[in-house]
């Protein structure tokens, strides 16, 4: 199983931008998936979760401005990204449980997304 990401780059504040994730592998399922963050000198920290149901949790810090979905069909999480501010500035990582035989965690390589001020 892999997770690829896609979507980050440069922009500046103010400005949007959209994550994807797509999981590629033989599996039954997926389950919980989530969109972490990494800033140099910071600790990995969740920014937004979604349940296969559809349930979703978010940081604090990007409440109202990003959005995580997902398409169950396409075996792909998405992070919508609004209002992008510089301490959002940070290596983007997708994580999922995914279910093959047993349930398994897994973390994509990582996206940079960098805005600028």
């Known amino acids: 199983v892999q997770l690829v990401e896609s979507g980050g780059g440069f922009v500046q504040a103010g400005g949007s931008l959209t994550l994807s994730c797509a999981a590629s592998?033989?599996?039954?399922?997926?389950?919980?998936t989530g969109w972490y963050r990494q800033a140099p000198g910071n600790q990995r920290e969740l920014v937004a979760s979604?349940?296969?149901?559809?349930?979703?949790n978010y940081a604090d810090s990007v409440k109202g401005r990003f959005t995580i979905s997902r398409d169950n069909a396409k075996n792909t999480v998405y992070l919508r990204m609004n209002s992008l501010k510089p301490e959002d500035t940070a290596v983007y990582y997708c994580?999922?449980?995914?279910?093959?035989?047993?349930?398994?965690?897994?973390w994509g390589q990582g996206t940079q997304v960098t805005v600028s001020s």
């Open positions: 994580n999922a449980d995914v279910h093959s035989i047993i349930t398994l965690n897994y």
């Open positions: 592998g033989t599996f039954f399922s997926i389950t919980a």
């Open positions: 979604i349940t296969n149901g559809g349930n979703t």
